[in-house]
């Protein structure tokens, strides 16, 4: 007797646990109102032309829907049409260079790097609201409150993960770049911290800056340096796996998944650049860059045998003029094996939007500037750049464009028959513009292909590029002269909105951003044409992000 009473006591249970359930999903239906009314991806509208799914894929599910999804999946061991369209993109955020300098004061002379008050008339040219572009200073805090503060409003419900490169401080003393850090990562949280709306944990992928270590340019290994990464590992644990703190507290880099199936080198590209005399050459076995070396490697290894797909970012980008000539070779000898891994380069440092074009068939420390030079470009023209602190480093931008347009020339055309499925001989460099506002601030984000299939053999057909394709990006910028003449409340309330500059795929009619678009881009900025001229004038417009635009008029 007992035993049937129990039995009828439990079917009982599951009658009313099918009708809580239903009654959940019911209201839960009512509940759900279409497409939330605030995502709008117009700029995307082009390439996905199914504007539901877009804005079912980023909304946040209410944790009532995710129960009638959750139900539904394992009533019919299928996905729910409404809740569970598959991702075909995803989008992500690159944001570089803050240099924020809590001594900013409006008002005061670039002379002293604007710090102090004019005196007597020799003033010269003054410090802006939100920053000085075109001058040496480093950035106001409230031009990086503002920015993530728009982040946050725009962005962060519409992306993956953040791609973050770095120099956040403006180089002092050690205490003074450690509270800067510490300043500029609790915004950071303030801006991509789970929120009721938004419920997901957004991995931000941080790397070291040349003005984040101390003294300045220069950090060894953990025996030396072993304060300075145990201060970044606790400062960025929330962002650093556990199982790769150890990794990043002996020498500065970590990996970490942003999503399904990709995840994301961090470089300590400090350990590559030739400015830092701390280390030694990446041929010499057992120092810091050349335990790096072996890690990057070992990792794209690993990614490759679990069908992973990679993303490497730093803060110097890999280039002839910033890597030790050693580092450099095994950056590219690496990369140029991993096509089918590595998916995107990402860097900053350099505050122009430009992209690095990098030869493995030759060697790259070869490239020097012909004596190729534009009137336009000898104008803007003075002293060298590499006399200068990096922040400088541009202002000798003519010599600099007419060294990249130098390596875009020198490229050897690809060979598509010889390069395979593991080996491609070009490398191709993103390098986004700052927040700084050496020019103007600037931001991108960037989209990419989400194929949840593509390591099996019958789905490679299906017409979709390799998942974690980089497909284009959009960037951003801030117009702060703008933002001056309009503003007409207290600083501290006004809102500062970036604009929309410019799309990839539309400016430069570059079908995704691999390696060949690039390499096919390349050639036609070099071209020699009317077209090749507009594109080229185009592209350097863009370097600078429109404030030089006279310039290049
Ligand atoms: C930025 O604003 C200034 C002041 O209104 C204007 O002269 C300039 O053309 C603007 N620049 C861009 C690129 O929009
Ligand atoms: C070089 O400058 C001339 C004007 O002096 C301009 O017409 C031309 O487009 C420039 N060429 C490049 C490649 O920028």
Redesign the pocket.
């Known amino acids: 007797m007992m035993h049937s009473e129990k039995t009828t006591f439990s079917s009982g249970t599951m009658v009313y646990t099918l009708y809580f359930l239903l009654l959940v999903g019911v209201l839960s239906l009512l509940s759900y109102s279409p497409a939330d009314k605030q995502i709008h991806y117009e700029r995307y509208d082009d390439v996905d032309g199914d504007k539901q799914s877009k804005s079912w894929l980023t909304s946040t599910q209410s944790s009532l829907q995710q129960v009638v999804a959750w139900s539904w999946r394992s009533w019919t061991g299928r996905r729910h049409p409404v809740f569970e369209r598959p991702k075909r993109y995803g989008y992500f955020l690159h944001i570089t260079d803050l240099h924020i300098d809590e001594e900013y004061i409006p008002g005061t002379t670039v002379d002293s790097d604007c710090h102090r008050f004019p005196s007597g008339n020799n003033k010269g040219p003054l410090a802006g609201l939100l920053g000085t572009p075109g001058e040496k200073c480093d950035a106001p805090i409230e031009l990086a409150e503002k920015t993530l503060d728009y982040i946050a409003r725009e962005w962060r419900h519409k992306i993956d993960f953040v791609v973050w490169t770095g120099d956040n401080s403006r180089p002092r003393k050690r205490k003074n770049i450690y509270h800067l850090n510490e300043r500029v990562m609790s915004m950071m949280q303030k801006a991509f911290w789970p929120t009721a709306r938004d419920p997901r944990h957004i991995p931000v992928v941080p790397t070291l800056g040349n003005n984040d270590v101390y003294p300045h340019n220069t950090i060894g290994d953990a025996h030396v340096d072993g304060e300075l990464l145990d201060f970044y590992a606790r400062l960025w644990q929330t962002w650093i796996p556990t199982d790769q703190r150890a990794t990043f507290r002996r020498g500065g880099y970590f990996a970490v998944n942003v999503g399904p199936r990709l995840r994301v080198l961090s470089l300590n590209t400090m350990y590559f650049y030739h400015k830092n005399d701390a280390v030694k050459d990446c041929d010499v076995p057992g120092t810091p860059a050349y335990q790096q070396i072996e890690w990057f490697e070992h990792e794209l290894l690993k990614a490759r045998s679990a069908h992973v797909r990679v993303y490497v970012m730093g803060h110097v980008p890999p280039s002839p003029k910033h890597y030790r000539r050693s580092c450099l070779q095994e950056y590219v000898r690496i990369a140029s094996q991993f096509p089918d891994v590595l998916k995107g380069h990402f860097y900053g440092h350099l505050n122009m939007d430009h992209f690095l074009l990098l030869d493995a068939r030759e060697e790259q420390n070869n490239l020097h500037s012909n004596s190729y030079v534009?009137?336009?470009m000898a104008t803007l023209e003075d002293s060298d750049p590499e006399e200068e602190d990096d922040v400088h480093v541009t202002r000798n931008v003519g010599k600099y464009v007419n060294w990249l347009r130098d390596m875009y020339e020198s490229v050897d055309p690809i060979d598509h028959k010889h390069a395979t499925f593991q080996r491609m001989p070009v490398v191709a460099v993103q390098v986004a513009p700052s927040v700084l506002p050496v020019y103007y601030p600037a931001i991108r984000i960037y989209r990419y292909e989400i194929h949840d299939d593509d390591d099996r053999a019958q789905c490679r057909h299906s017409g979709k590029k390799p998942h974690g394709t980089l497909m284009e990006y959009d960037q951003y910028f801030a117009n702060t002269t703008q933002f001056e003449l309009d503003l007409d409340t207290d600083l501290d309330e006004a809102h500062l909105n970036y604009q929309f500059e410019y799309n990839s795929k539309e400016e430069y009619e570059l079908e995704d951003l691999t390696v060949a678009s690039y390499f096919e881009f390349a050639k036609r900025l070099i071209g020699n044409g009317f077209e090749g001229?507009q594109l080229?004038?185009k592209y350097c417009r863009n370097m600078f992000v429109q404030s030089l635009n006279d310039d290049f008029a």
Request: charged share 15%; proline share 0%.
């Open positions: 534009n009137d336009t001229n080229w004038l």
